[in-house]
């Protein structure tokens, strides 16, 4: 699989062809790629996304009823859908975003608009980890969480870099069943979550 947190890509991959988002927009639009094309955009390059099993997609299920109920007025939990960045369209397994579902009809939710990305991981974790984090912290995307099924714990990220040449976050937290995890909307803790309450 290829790595994407070099974003000059040495070596063999110096040759392969990136993708704008608006040329990915386009291919879109034009039919080129439709659901049936398990693909997102990362660092310009089209990806597989990793298929998904059963404690994969059961997490999905905890963790949206432990983040719905918490979100005030203005603020909409989307699952699985894109997101629009400067050079990636990822597809997080969540995203707290402003807004509400009138909101992205006509666009995605871009940088300004993100304030949590949520990613369940299992046979994605080195993805999640050491190319989606790059990406949202290159991004400014304030709060990022790994629902790691591996070791049982959600990792949260904070304090992102923004557009640096090795971009990532400052602060990393481990937590396990037992501890809580703070919802931070805008720099305020909203509300706290049970670890437990987000692992299988």
Same mark, same amino acid.
């Given at each position: 699989? =290829?790595?994407?947190?070099?974003?000059?890509?040495?070596?063999?991959?110096?040759?392969?062809?990136?993708?704008?988002?608006?040329?990915?927009?386009?291919?879109?639009? =034009?039919?080129? &790629? +439709?659901?049936?094309? %398990?693909?997102?955009?990362?660092?310009?390059?089209?990806?597989? %996304?990793?298929?998904?099993?059963?404690?994969?997609?059961?997490?999905?299920?905890?963790?949206? +009823?432990?983040?719905?109920?918490?979100?005030?007025?203005?603020?909409?939990?989307?699952?699985?859908?894109?997101?629009?960045?400067?050079?990636?369209?990822?597809?997080? +397994?969540?995203?707290?975003?402003?807004?509400? %579902?009138?909101?992205?009809? =006509?666009?995605?939710?871009?940088?300004?608009?993100?304030?949590?990305?949520?990613?369940?991981?299992?046979?994605?974790?080195?993805?999640?980890?050491?190319? %989606?984090?790059?990406?949202?912290?290159?991004?400014?995307?304030?709060?990022?969480?790994?629902?790691?099924?591996?070791?049982?714990?959600?990792?949260?990220? =904070?304090?992102?870099?923004?557009?640096?040449?090795?971009?990532?976050?400052?602060?990393?937290?481990?937590?396990?069943?037992?501890?809580?995890?703070? &919802?931070?909307?805008?720099?305020?803790?909203?509300?706290?979550?049970?670890?437990?309450?987000?692992?299988?």
């Amino acid at each position: 699989m =290829t790595t994407l947190n070099n974003a000059s890509f040495p070596g063999p991959y110096a040759s392969l062809r990136r993708f704008s988002v608006a040329e990915y927009h386009q291919m879109i639009e =034009t039919g080129i &790629l +439709d659901d049936a094309d %398990k693909v997102e955009l990362l660092e310009g390059y089209l990806v597989l %996304k990793i298929p998904r099993n059963a404690p994969h997609d059961g997490t999905i299920d905890l963790v949206r +009823d432990a983040l719905a109920g918490q979100l005030p007025a203005g603020w909409l939990l989307r699952t699985q859908q894109a997101i629009t960045l400067s050079a990636s369209e990822p597809e997080p +397994d969540f995203a707290v975003v402003r807004g509400n %579902k009138r909101s992205y009809l =006509t666009r995605h939710p871009g940088p300004a608009d993100i304030q949590l990305a949520v990613e369940v991981a299992e046979s994605s974790l080195d993805r999640d980890r050491d190319e %989606k984090a790059p990406i949202y912290a290159r991004e400014n995307i304030p709060t990022y969480w790994i629902v790691n099924l591996i070791n049982m714990q959600v990792e949260v990220y =904070t304090q992102p870099s923004g557009p640096t040449a090795n971009p990532g976050y400052a602060q990393r937290q481990d937590l396990i069943s037992g501890a809580s995890v703070p &919802l931070v909307l805008n720099g305020v803790t909203i509300a706290t979550l049970a670890v437990a309450d987000l692992l299988p």
